[in-house]
């Protein structure tokens, strides 16, 4: 499975964001997209998503999480598609064992381990965060899109948790704010700039010249 | 000719619309006191409120019971029906349905189930179920619309199944929805008592015997009981209990009824198509149709109109004069209370009772109806209105008095106040339509008449005639809300 635009204009709304759109990206590689707010990083990785829905996690830059489900169940909803209904709502009133178990050594992963049975609205912002994250891995799905996953945790965490991902994903694909976290999970680069890519490259070759000239204002 | 847009203008525009459409009905309505001794009536009425008779528990409890069972019953099924409509409120036949069952009040739909199932546990059950679920679907409907969509839109892009829904939306907005089915069980309890006014063994049986009897003392008692019941059900009914409720009220109140198959399908095929058509004779029906509409259903639904713009507007100035004393950014606790509490016992009173004892003071015309509307609507909105006034956030050194009030909060709640208002035109008008079976002449009146006189062809006519009515002015309703842009959560009380 692998994702491809050629020639793709992307819109948001009625506005045009990117246009003229080259990209191939294969199964097994892990993609970093970098660019100025208002870009199009978001429109770029739901067309992603909307080519590869079944077989995409997705981590958005707000975890959509049920506010008074626990953690556990909100992980839990991540595989939701993958069985019928009276057995997830089996799990929402009493989740079994092999479930348990499975969502605990994720939440391990994570440091979430003492928070699985606290209502999702009674998280932080970064719990919340790894939690919607938590979702993604138990989603059993081979490839990863996300918007900003780790804006909310602190260094640390942060890289623990891209690790975490980078294992676990065979394919990603991770809209950053951060170039140094870009640069810790993934190995190449797309930059996006006045409504096009700027430059598409392995992460090792990109300079900091380019870096700041991604982000300067025309 | 009303700019999509909230702004003061609009709302004002509307506003002085509403009043001068309500003034230009006031020259048209009757509105004078025909009783010849209103303050003896009146006398005698406090004399039995301040030394009220309480029944004997032996005739007391079965029709407790009944009221009870066919509330819980009726309520939860319609919920649960409400429920699943709700989730295809998208299909405009869907919503057609809804909206068709609620346009039509619970007592019309008693009268005509007990030509069928007579005054049967069925009947009772089926005139709570049929409205109740068309209420129930729009409202659900609405909840789960404004319900945050992110969490669903995190997971999948595929169409929502039912695990979706079940883990996202049914969650997020189940605090919500179990408010509105216990507010749901309060109205439920008023209208399986007034089903007793058309002979339903409920609480308004006896209270509708008293009160003809001029027993006050004992109508009194029984009123007082019924506040009392309203009261405790925020503190007895817990929506994990229901299924308890629901089993034990229909083991206690099975929906049965013994009528006959045939004397069904003659009420269907016979009694309730209209005379001419038993016979084919199509251009007598056009005839039969006119001569209905020019004799009672034009006078009907003129009269129904007139009434429900004057209770409408008086509905609005009683809610905007009240909510401040129910208000903590106006009155102390105390106050407070006494206001909240009155509130309740206003609220609790069906219009029809209150237009009932209105009756006996005022004598027959729409100045019953016009006080009992306006007092039992208000009170809903005016305390609606103080939940949301506590929820202002207001500088420490603004205003205090008038000055507040007209200056800081009203401009705050207008739009809010006008969307519960619009909200409860519809009821208003299923209200008036109900009262003409006190003798007011609205739809109601003909449709009551049309029954007595053993013509259900020609009470159907005025029924459906009574749902078109309704159902416009609910288009007409949320027109003004979507054009104004001005929302309210429906009446969570």
């Known amino acids: ?218 | 000719m009303f700019k999509a847009t909230s702004s003061s203008h609009a709302l004002i525009q509307v506003t002085f619309l509403m009043i001068g459409l309500a003034f230009v009905a006031f020259l048209f309505s009757d509105i004078a006191i025909h009783t010849s001794q209103p303050w003896f009536e009146l006398s005698l009425m406090l004399k039995g409120f301040a030394q009220p008779v309480f029944m004997s528990w032996h005739t007391l409890w079965p029709a407790l019971c009944k009221t009870l069972s066919f509330a819980i019953q009726g309520v939860v099924c319609s919920a649960l029906l409400g429920f699943i409509l709700a989730l295809f409120f998208n299909y405009t036949w869907i919503r057609l349905l809804a909206s068709f069952s609620r346009a039509i009040h619970e007592l019309f739909w008693a009268l005509l189930f007990i030509q069928i199932a007579g005054l049967s546990p069925l009947t009772g059950f089926l005139a709570i179920l049929i409205p109740y679920t068309g209420v129930f679907a729009k409202v659900f409907s609405e909840i789960l619309d404004e319900c945050d969509k992110e969490p669903e839109r995190s997971l999948s892009l595929n169409p929502p199944n039912l695990s979706l829904f079940l883990y996202t939306r049914f969650f997020m907005c189940w605090e919500q929805l179990k408010n509105y089915l216990s507010y749901r069980l309060e109205c439920g309890l008023r209208s399986s008592a007034i089903l007793g006014f058309v002979g339903l063994p409920t609480l308004g049986f006896e209270l509708e015997s008293f009160f003809k009897q001029g027993d006050y003392a004992e109508a009194a008692g029984l009123l007082y009981l019924f506040f009392i019941l309203i009261i405790s059900l925020k503190y007895v009914f817990k929506v994990t209990l229901l299924p308890f409720y629901v089993v034990a009220a229909f083991l206690y109140l099975p929906p049965v009824a013994s009528g006959s198959w045939t004397l069904m399908w003659g009420f269907i095929t016979h009694d309730i198509v209209p005379a001419p058509l038993r016979t084919g004779d199509w251009l007598g029906f056009l005839d039969w149709c006119k001569t209905l509409c020019l004799n009672s259903a034009f006078k009907g639904v003129f009269n129904s109109l007139i009434l429900a713009q004057i209770a409408l507007v008086c509905t609005g100035v009683m809610s905007l004069t009240l909510f401040p004393f129910r208000s903590a950014l106006f009155f102390s606790k105390p106050w407070r209370f006494i206001s909240h509490s009155g509130l309740i016992v206003l609220r609790s009173c069906p219009e029809y009772l209150l237009t009932f004892i209105s009756l006996l003071i005022f004598g027959p015309s729409m100045l019953p109806a016009i006080i009992a509307l306006s007092v039992h609507n208000s009170s809903i909105i005016a305390h609606l209105l103080a939940l949301q006034s506590a929820q202002l956030k207001l500088q420490i050194d603004v205003q205090v008095g008038f000055n507040r009030y007209f200056y800081e909060v009203l401009p705050r709640l207008y739009g809010n106040f006008l969307a519960l208002l619009f909200y409860r035109w519809e009821i208003i008008l299923r209200e008036t339509a109900i009262l003409g079976m006190l003798g007011i002449p609205t739809l109601g009146f003909f449709i009551d008449s049309a029954f007595e006189d053993i013509r259900f062809d020609r009470a159907l006519f005025f029924i459906l005639i009574s749902a078109i009515l309704n159902m416009t002015v609910d288009s007409i309703s949320v027109f003004f809300r979507k054009r104004l842009h001005i929302h309210s959560q429906p009446e969570l009380v």
Not at chain 1, 115 to 122: D, F
């Open chain 1, 1 to 218: 499975m692998s994702f491809s635009f050629k020639d793709h204009e992307l819109t948001y709304g009625p506005k045009t964001v990117l246009k003229n759109l080259h990209l191939h990206i294969q199964p097994g590689e892990h993609v970093a997209i970098i660019g100025e707010s208002g870009v199009g990083k978001s429109t770029l990785l739901k067309a992603l998503r909307e080519q590869q829905a079944s077989t995409s996690a997705w981590c958005p830059q707000q975890p959509g999480l049920v506010p008074m489900l626990s953690c556990l169940h909100n992980i839990y909803m991540g595989r939701l598609d993958q069985y019928n209904f009276l057995i997830n709502l089996k799990q929402l009133l009493y989740p079994s064992a092999k479930i348990r178990t499975e969502i605990a050594s994720i939440a391990i992963k994570l440091g979430l381990e003492h928070e699985l049975q606290q209502a999702a609205e009674q998280l932080s912002g970064g719990q919340q965060q790894r939690c919607s994250i938590g979702r993604g891995l138990f989603s059993k799905k081979s490839i990863l899109i996300a918007d900003e996953p780790v804006s909310a945790l602190d260094e640390f965490q942060a890289l623990k948790v891209l690790d975490v991902m980078k294992h676990h994903f065979e394919t990603m694909v991770i809209a950053f704010h951060d170039i140094h976290f870009a640069r810790h999970s993934c190995k190449r680069m797309i930059a996006l700039k006045n409504g096009g890519l700027y430059f598409d490259k392995q992460i090792d070759t990109v300079t900091d010249d380019e870096l700041k000239e991604v982000y300067r204002s025309t």
